[in-house]
């Protein structure tokens, strides 16, 4: 392994700093450029969060929009003011520094703000928990693993190429840099999980797996299928339809809607030809549970419904009988 760089522990800019976290971050965000911090818990997101924000130089690499910068952070903050939660004091503490942080313990409202002050240049620090590299597409010229663990599970070579390919995205940004921290004893483990080789990627709408079913609810449910054309459409777009031919493919996705059919979740019109969602079926798709597991649901809601007016029958019984 060859030394690229070495970072001078004389350095006091970002005060007791031994990972030199707020100097890495710095020399980016003076660039123009973001970072993105993977934190390995909630609370490493807001601490650290706080720490660069004390630290870090202003960010602007134009004073004139330095005026602008400052209003949208004032308008962002009295958003997160108005929202139901109220304004969270460590965002009120970071923001202003053009820091924030982004894990699950945020509320709609306070993501959205977060995230779109990020994509506008005003957050260029954003410290985040693995959650932020399942759905959200946020990326950075900087991406910094704070630790080699997501919780209390070290990272493996899967996770950190997802969660490192954030950095440099193809056209958006001419290069990136991933920063992965760790021990002296974790070295030789880290230098083994870059070198790992990615799985075999499997399709999870294939029929072992019974993803279609729940495929094809959420796509009648977001409009993107109505007719039997369009499923020929949105099977051609899947990793499945690579992997197995495209009739099988096809098949699987019409017995699916016959089974989503049969159960009551879809419903299919006679006169338009076209499939919409029941309201069973837009439960189940508001709740982001699969339809099997919706029918779990349903079934022990009608057994406590049951058991409650047999209950409830009794009882008049018993006061009858008074």
């Known amino acids: ?9 004389g350095t006091d800019l970002g005060g007791k700093d031994p990972d030199h976290i707020v100097e890495l971050c710095n020399e980016v965000v003076q660039e123009g450029h973001s970072v993105l911090i993977f934190c390995s818990s909630r609370k490493g ?23 602008n910068e400052f209003s949208s952070i004032i308008s962002a903050l009295d958003a997160l003011r108005r929202s139901p939660a109220g304004l969270d004091p460590i965002l009120e503490e970071t923001l ?3 820091v924030a942080y982004h894990h699950a313990g945020l509320t709609v409202e306070e993501r959205e703000v977060v995230e779109t002050c990020y994509r506008k240049g005003l957050v260029r620090v954003l410290t985040a928990t693995s959650t932020l590299a399942a759905g959200v597409n946020l990326p950075a010229r900087r991406v910094i693993f704070r630790q080699p663990r997501i919780g209390r599970d070290f990272i493996d070579g899967t996770r950190y190429k997802q969660m ?37 990627l499997n399709s999870c709408l294939s029929e072992d797996k019974n993803g279609m079913t729940h495929a094809i609810l959420e796509v009648v449910a977001g409009g993107i299928v109505q007719t039997a054309n369009d499923i020929h459409r949105y099977v051609r777009c899947t990793l499945l339809n690579s992997t197995k031919p495209f009739q099988d493919v096809v098949k699987s996705a019409q017995d699916s809607l016959r089974w989503l059919c049969h159960r ?6 006679e006169d338009t030809k076209l499939y919409s969602t029941s309201p069973l079926g837009r439960a189940a798709f508001g709740s982001s549970l699969s339809p099997d597991e919706s029918l779990v649901i349903l079934l022990q809601f009608f057994i406590t419904l049951i058991i409650f007016e047999a209950t409830a029958f009794n009882l008049v019984e018993i006061l009858l009988l008074l």
């Open 264 to 269: 009551k979740f879809l419903e299919w019109n």
């Open 45 to 67: 997101c807001e601490s650290t969060a706080r720490h660069i924000s004390k630290f870090l130089k202003k960010f602007s690499v134009n004073p004139q929009n330095d005026d």
């Open 1 to 9: 392994m060859d030394i690229i760089r070495t970072i001078s522990k």
């Open 96 to 98: 202003p520094s053009g």
């Open 164 to 200: 490192a390919g954030r950095a440099g995205r193809t056209g958006i940004d001419s290069k990136g840099e991933s920063i992965l921290i760790c021990r002296p004893e974790e070295i030789k483990r880290i230098v083994g999980l870059l070198n790992e080789s990615c799985p075999p």
